[in-house]
């Protein structure tokens, strides 16, 4: 009776597992794939121009926001939200730095998975100011920025940057990494490193623009 059970079982998750993949054994990393080389395409087409020219409203009605306002006329709040996007970028690289460095071979005497799955919810709680204050300190200077190249190379660098973090990065080191080729989680992990890096390299070269 119970070898019956287990056989349906199987064949259930069997079923169940043919059914999940429909676009391959990696279905996050593949539409994440496909999304950056839309985003490449886009960036190289003649649209990437008119989107800019069209975004140009969007990016002075930012300014008259509560943000903007705010940002525009009190130069203690805007240090302050600075303040906290640093801190708060610095947290998030620490927290790449620490989960990256571990996949790497280093602080080995650590244990992997909760290495890995700390790292992870920093970085979250961490991506998610940088966000927030991030948008704050644009509507400050939103049309200063919009002319600025930086800029838009930063924006790139951070949706690339959000779509490797959560739909390349987070699959692979959920699973048994047991079974995961060494040279494949180390290329990751030197992946998100440069990935990473490039953005707190954009934003401060936006702060020296």
């Known amino acids: 009776m119970s070898s019956a059970t287990n056989s349906t079982n199987n064949l259930s998750n069997n079923s169940s597992s043919d059914r999940q993949s429909p676009i391959g054994p990696y ?21 990437r121009a008119e989107t800019w020219t069209a975004l140009l409203p969007f990016f002075e ?14 130069g203690g709040a805007f240090a302050t939200i600075q303040a906290g996007h640093l801190v708060s970028l610095g947290v ?9 460095g571990r996949l790497l071979g280093l602080y080995s005497s650590l244990p992997l998975r909760e290495v890995i799955d700390g790292s992870h ?5 961490a991506l998610a100011v940088v966000v927030f204050t ?10 200063k920025v ?58 401060r070269w936006i702060g020296f623009s």
């Open 146 to 203: 919009y002319y600025l190249p930086v800029f838009w190379y930063k924006m790139l660098t951070l949706t690339v940057g959000v779509l490797f973090a959560f739909y390349v990065r987070k699959p692979l080191i959920d699973r048994d990494l047991s079974v995961v080729s060494p040279l494949v989680v180390k290329l990751t992990a030197v992946a998100s490193i440069m990935v990473w890096f490039t953005v707190a390299a954009t934003g």
């Open 121 to 125: 919810q920093v970085f979250r709680w």
């Open 27 to 47: 279905p996050r990393a593949t539409i994440a794939g496909l999304a950056l080389l839309v985003l490449l395409a886009f960036s190289f087409s003649g649209l």
């Open 134 to 143: 991030g948008v704050f300190m644009a509507c400050g200077v939103a049309v």
């Open 92 to 100: 998030l690289g620490g927290a790449v730095l620490f989960s990256d």
């Open 61 to 74: 009605w930012m300014e008259t926001t509560w943000f903007g306002y705010v940002g525009k006329t009190w």
